[in-house]
């Protein structure tokens, strides 16, 4: 074995120091802040170009998305599915959550989301294909989604929304844990929620 097996790369320490940094729950900082606490607590002085890159290679997402998820990473959410397409019949009869979206960004107290509902079921297939299937049940979805002038259209003039959803079993616990991260992260709940729990 050889000394340079012994000691981990001078790269590979700062990009742990790096996703150390960025690991802190309630911070969401830009390369530049990380850069300052760099500089600061462990006087090591590395560019904003190096820090991005030393990211990268941890698969660690830049500010702006990092900013733009208000979930905890353990939620795995799946790809956003067209609501009023034929992909929702491939999604499994099973318990879960599920995050209805806009097409467009929607204002909150703290910031913009497309995300206008939070919901949970304990078969998101037919809890999510009953939004298809004609007229949108819940009263906030469907007026905050005919209201807005700017929602681009389906071919059959319904407002474009998005699904996506997490299996697991704590659903309910799951989905008020989400409201409340979601109402932390913007200052108010999902447009289409009345409160914070399943309706």
């Known amino acids: 074995m050889n000394l340079r097996e012994l000691f981990i790369s001078r790269r590979i320490h700062f990009a742990h120091l790096i996703k150390e940094i960025v690991a802190e729950p309630d911070a969401v900082l830009t390369d530049t802040e990380v850069q300052a606490i760099l ?14 890159n030393c990211r990268k290679a941890l698969g ?69 294909a009953s ?13 905050f989604a005919h209201s807005r002038g700017d929602m681009a259209q389906s071919a059959h003039g319904r407002p474009l929304l998005y699904v996506r959803f997490h299996l697991t079993r704590r659903h309910l616990e799951v989905e008020k844990e989400l409201l409340t991260a979601f109402k932390r992260h913007y200052g108010e709940l999902p447009r289409g929620n009345a409160r914070g729990g399943s309706e």
């Not at 929607?106 to 910031?111: A, D, P, W």
């Not at 913009?112 to 999510?128: E, F, M, P, W």
């Open 39 to 52: 500089r600061k607590e462990y006087r090591v002085g590395l560019s904003t170009r190096t820090i991005c």
């Open 60 to 128: 660690i997402p830049n500010f702006r998305e990092r900013n733009a998820a208000y979930y905890p990473e353990r939620i795995s959410f799946g790809s956003s599915i067209a609501l009023f397409s034929r992909q929702v019949r491939t999604i499994p009869a099973e318990a879960g959550i599920y995050e209805l979206s806009a097409s467009a960004q929607v204002s909150y107290l703290q910031g913009a989301s497309q995300v206008i509902y939070i919901g949970a079921s304990k078969n998101l297939r037919r809890r999510i």
């Open 131 to 143: 939004y298809g299937s004609g007229e949108i049940k819940n009263r906030r979805i469907s007026d």
